[in-house]
């Protein structure tokens, strides 16, 4: 018998990790003790923070990647289920959920320590996708070995896929000649052409859709002949982490709902910037409401 399918707008695959956020006044040196005047712990990773953007933008949002059968990996599937994101797609397993210490200062610069000890990519075969039908399909990189052949299968299927390629690692590597949206770092862009000036051009020629964000300066866009700038949307900063995530999945949901392109911009736009007006990237992710007011109070970014 034929399984039903799942119907989401937006399927986002890729890390999760779980977040250890803590607020200090400065970043400490060598050999120097400090002491934290904030903490939150919350679940992250890139793949896992767009599925919920997705969500709380009121859009139907799912997750695939891995969480390990430990607390840490059961806080996290239940903070996605209590946003309302799908996570049938989710592999639990022995090894332990990636963490992240994060050090954020008042000016909402930070520091990030990774850990993720034991744990690989998936093998090709370790998920089934045939069960779901997603509008959009959003890849971070950091599951290569099942996300290139489902990227290429989406492209005979004509379902539109976006790469968040927030540095240049064997995945995103993999992916960035075969999605249509590449959606990068300035730091990817760096890595992979050596200069940003020049990466727009080049990018642009091996994906028809390129966007270049550029932090609190806003963002470069390459379209076939047409490229541009968008200024970022002024806001207070409090703490960076998890506005690329913000971005990355506000911009899927944003061409889920066929939206024209300066408006997938703006939209994703608004997103990434009021995520860094809380602190920690899971809490500052914006609701729909949120994200409704400032775009309303702003028709351009600036």
């Known amino acids: ?110 520091a990030l320590i990774n850990y993720k000890i034991g744990t690989h990519p998936l093998p090709a075969d370790a998920l089934d996708f045939s069960g779901i039908r997603p509008q959009v399909v959003l890849f971070d990189g950091h599951e290569p070995r099942v996300s290139v052949p489902y990227c290429r299968e989406l492209r005979g299927l004509q379902i539109p896929t976006v790469l968040d390629a927030g540095s240049l690692h064997e995945g995103t590597q993999a992916l960035m000649t075969l999605v249509d949206y590449l959606v990068c770092s300035e730091k990817f862009a760096l890595q992979a052409v050596g200069s940003v000036e020049l990466a727009l051009g080049r990018l642009a020629d091996i994906a028809p859709n390129v966007v270049i964000t550029l ?5 470069s866009w390459r379209r076939g002949a ?10 207070a900063d409090v703490d960076s982490t998890g506005a690329g995530d913000a971005f990355h999945g506000a911009f899927a949901a944003a061409v ?33 409401a949120e994200h409704s007011r400032l775009l309303a109070q702003h028709t351009d970014p600036a």
Request: glycine share 12%; with cysteine; proline share 6%.
């Open 1 to 110: 018998m034929k399984k039903p399918l799942i119907d989401v707008d937006v399927l986002c695959i890729g890390h999760a990790s779980y977040d250890l956020v803590f607020s200090v006044d400065h970043h400490p040196a060598a050999d120097e003790k400090t002491f934290a005047d904030g903490f939150i712990d919350c679940g992250g990773g890139p793949a896992a923070n767009a599925a919920v953007m997705v969500a709380n933008l009121g859009l139907k949002a799912a997750f695939a990647g891995y969480l390990g059968a430990d607390v840490y990996g059961d806080k996290h599937l239940q903070e996605l289920h209590d946003h309302g994101v799908d996570t049938r797609l989710v592999v639990r397993g022995a090894v332990p959920t990636p963490i992240s210490t994060v050090l954020v200062k008042p000016d909402g610069k930070r």
């Open 215 to 219: 932090g609190e300066k806003g963002l």
């Open 256 to 288: 889920a709902q066929r939206m024209d392109w300066e408006d997938v911009l703006r939209y994703a736009s608004a997103a990434g910037a009021l995520c860094c007006t809380k602190m920690g990237a899971r809490p500052g992710l914006p609701t729909r």
């Open 226 to 235: 047409a490229q541009g700038f968008m200024p970022a949307f002024k806001v």
